[in-house]
């Protein structure tokens, strides 16, 4: 990590204000552009980690004693209560920084075996800022996506594991569409950004306000699109579907590890396959990969043993192009990681009558999967190789995120 106030008045044993050390931990994490800070207590010490670019790095460790001081500073932050201390809690607050803006910060509070924890989300990046490229979708996949979203109706769909980026997918796809002419309103766990000209409601789990009750209440406001957070029981499923049916376009996610197994999800959450077929326009997977570092960006012949390596893997002809692997040897820029920023890899799924053919012969994923790649679907694996071919990524990057 970078010398900081922080870390000099912690290595020194210097008396730091409780204030001063949470400010100065949100300040460094804006720095290094992580997207959480995880202060995680132990029986004698309390670790402060730091995620950046999707991997937790260790960044200070503080005195036990204080624990609760810097617990309560977050609380009192958050609007939570300092007085309970055996119940989870979460909240959010912002913080107005010298350079760089504000910042929305989401809190959890857990309590664990040594004390509470704490978990701080920033939320910095703004999503009006993000176009379907700058996420790292190809000419290709932009086209699709952009093709599938215009139609009046039928449900758009990103699927993906936590911490993937398909909220971020569905608001930038959101931002095209809205004009003046359309009724946009989002159901959300919990609202990430604010987006100008959109209603956007927070289901709250206290109130009753499920994603399944908000889907009902959204329908008696005459909106032409809605986005579902999350599609993650029968009932939100039925109603999402049934209101791509009746006219509206609806965008949502789902926790699925490719493109392919969305379909057989739905059959899982008890949906009909002519629902599926008649509702389903197009099923976009993704994952997030660490971008190379371009201040120590390098390159290197392919070896013969990496060539054959490369040989076994499918989709890594994108590298008999270029006959190089890049990578970043570590510098200041990226904190020595030889890592900075990240970007999506996708595979999109139109769904056309040869896949819903096969989905309403109850076909499984990988039929799907074969069916799709007969029809000129590009897989996440493909597409990884093809952005670590062009210098943006590394391939060991692809393999640790992909798992192949």
Known sequence: MADTKVKKELLQGTAISIIGLVNGLIEEAQTLQASDIHIDPSEKEVKVRMRIDGVLQDAYVIPKDIQSEVISRIKVLAGLRTDEHQTPQDGRFRVVLDEGGPIDIRVSIAPSYYGENAVLRLLTERAEKF?????????????????AAKNPYGMVLVTGPTGSGKTTTLYTILKQLNTKEVSIITIEDPIEYALEGINQM???????????????????????????????DPDTAGLAVNTALTGHLVLSTLHTNDAATTLPRFLDLGMEPYLITATVNIVIGQRLVRKICVACKKNHEITPAEEKNLAEMEGASAFDRTKKLWHGNGCNECNGSGYRGRIGIHEVMPIDDAIREAMLKKSSASDIKKVAVARGMRTMVQDGFEKAARGITTLEEILRVIHE
Do not use: C, W, Y
């Open 202 to 232: 927070q289901v709250n789990a206290r109130t009753g306000l499920t994603f399944a009750n908000g889907l009902r209440s959204i329908l008696r406001q005459d909106p032409d699109i809605i986005m579902v957070g999350e599609i993650r």
């Open 131 to 147: 176009t379907l490229e700058m996420l790292g979708f190809s000419k290709e996949n932009r086209e699709k996506v952009e093709h």
